[in-house]
């Protein structure tokens, strides 16, 4: 079996060191050529070894990993993004499906993330999710922000605004769009819950999260219910009738 040539671009030696010894000793498809520690000498060890996957720091002095990525003509290799801060790049890392683990690095996240790469080099999959993650830090417009929701057999790719609402259906969610399909997903609704959270999605049930650009009426009841633009009726609880009532205030 050959070996997936591995970079590590992190400006902290103890974490280059630490990360190193974690791949060495539990990670037996990985070979890590070179470590790097800034987005220019990240550059240089790119170019000279062609690798297969980068663990890539997203904060680093005098730039970050975005910068890193964005002065690459091509990305032929995968990333696993490694970071201390659940902040905005999170978000945008779940958008795209995108490989990340979090500082201090757990062992079984880092050997999941490995193995999941592993097996797309494997399969000869291109690499869509930094495609997708390029793509929507770039776009200020919602109406260009993309998402990757997976599936049991691989993944759909979509724009934020073709999404009409999204219901639960136990630990997977049913999506439904503007084109009237209908997908199950195999996450939970809260995961999607927090992710689209900053793009007018509103959780108006335990079971339902709604496009606010999509409701065309709002049902007067206890908790009441509203009518979406594909003429789907959906509850809303007690709950959260204020919340939602004020989203139109």
């Known amino acids: 079996m050959s070996l997936l040539k591995a970079i590590i671009v992190e400006d902290e030696e103890a974490s280059r060191e630490t990360l190193k010894n974690y791949l060495n000793k539990y990670c037996e498809t990985i070979e890590v050529v070179e470590m790097a520690d800034s987005v220019k000498s990240g550059l240089t060890a790119i ?10 720091d997203i904060e680093m002095p005098y730039g970050n990993a975005f910068d890193l990525l964005d002065a690459l003509d091509d990305i032929e290799f995968e990333i696993i993004f490694v970071t201390a801060y659940r902040d905005y790049a999170i978000k945008a890392l779940n958008l ?24 797309k080099k494997k399969a000869g999959d291109d690499n869509f999710h930094t495609k997708i993650l390029m793509d929507n830090l770039k776009s200020n417009a919602i109406q260009h922000k993309k998402i990757v929701l997976p599936q049991m057999d691989g993944f759909e790719v979509i724009n934020v605004n073709e999404i009409i609402r999204a219901e639960a259906n136990d630990n997977y969610t049913n999506f439904y769009l503007t084109n009237g399909s209908k997908f199950l997903v195999s996450k939970t609704l809260k995961h999607f819950d927090d992710l689209l959270s900053d793009f007018d999605f509103i959780r108006i049930h335990k079971s339902h999260l709604v496009n606010l650009q999509y409701i065309t009426k709002y049902i007067k009841g206890k908790g009441g219910q509203v009518r979406m633009s594909d003429d789907s009726i959906v509850d809303v609880s007690a ?11």
Do not use: Q
């Not at 170019?47 to 890539?56: E, T």
């Not at 709950?239 to 205030?249: H, M, Q, S, V």
């Open 47 to 56: 170019k000279a070894h062609n690798p297969d996957v980068v663990f890539l």
């Open 96 to 119: 795209s499906a995108a490989y990340y683990i979090l500082k201090p690095i757990d062992i079984d996240e880092l050997v999941a993330a490995v193995d999941k790469i592993s097996a």
């Open 239 to 249: 709950t959260r009738k204020k919340e939602l009532l004020e989203k139109f205030n």
